[in-house]
């Protein structure tokens, strides 16, 4: 177990490759379940309720789908996996730094909102870095893919959970 954190740990930092994680049927199903927690917990925009279960799933649901579908078009669907694990370990790492921001005065604190930008750059690099490794693209591309699908996937989820009015 020890092992396995260090590997997401060295994966979070750019030191880490997805092919370094175990290929395991249950290691992708592990960390989308977590993905999924950590992305309920952090995200404080909706109350307690469906719309942010429902946020929180879609949120997941789309990131899972995003990256099968780049490998698919590269014909690396065999790399799902490790691939996967990789992105969902990176997002609840990412996850569990960025999570205090949302207790007490939340991303309103001052330098909270430059900490959050610097976590989601950092994100998309890591996402960039872990694409590059498994679809054996020049690392422009990897990072164009990565930020698209990340654009993609927040239009997706703002059009489809609008903050509730205040």
Known sequence: MRALLKLFLDIGLLWGRPQDLPASRSLPIVTAGLAFATNYAVDTGFAHNAARIG???TQTALLGLWVALVL?????????GQTIAAVYGSNVLINLVTWPL???????????EILAIALAVWFVAVITKILWHALELPLYLSALISVTGIIASGWVLISAFPLPKT
């Open 72 to 80: 698919a078009i590269r014909r690396h669907r065999h790399r799902y």
């Open 55 to 57: 946020f929180a799933a």
């Open 102 to 112: 949302s207790f007490g005065r939340g991303f309103g604190a001052e330098g909270s």
